[in-house]
Nanobody
Framework: VQLQASGGGLVQAGGSLRLSCTTA????????IGWFRQAPGKEREFVAA????????DYADSVKGRFTCSRDNDKNTATLQMSSLKPEDTAVYYC????????????????WGQGTQVTVSS
């Protein structure tokens, strides 16, 4: 499954961004999608995930109430809506696919997108 992440950019603190993760693969609806991020000098960390059918989501404590996962399997697209952004949200954001049930462990994901830069200025 080849994933394409997009939607990153530069935004002021308190602003919003919407990331998308798309694929041309028809099997997209069989995969849960996880979102991870990596800030400079830090390890990659879990951000959020959505179940293959959109029926369940999971969020890191640091983004709960501010970020929202959604997906449209008809369009082979998963979305991460980010609001009330903070400078500490600055990172490269990745989407990843895991068959069936999501996880907050990056080593359990099978396929990765290339990453998109999110920069939040103070």
């Amino acid at each position: 499954v080849q994933l394409q992440a997009s939607g990153g950019g530069l935004v002021q603190a308190g602003g919003s961004l919407r990331l998308s993760c798309t694929t041309a693969e028809r099997t997209f609806s069989s995969y849960s999608i996880g979102w991870f991020r990596q800030a400079p000098g830090k390890e990659r960390e879990f951000v959020a995930a959505i179940l293959w059918n959109g029926g369940s989501t999971d969020y890191a404590d640091s983004v709960k109430g501010r970020f929202t996962c959604s997906r449209d399997n008809d369009k082979n697209t998963a979305t991460l809506q980010m609001s009330s952004l903070k400078p500490e949200d600055t990172a490269v954001y990745y989407c990843a696919a895991k068959y069936y049930k999501y996880s907050n462990r990056e080593d359990e994901y099978d396929y990765w997108g290339q990453g998109t830069q999110v920069t939040v200025s103070s």
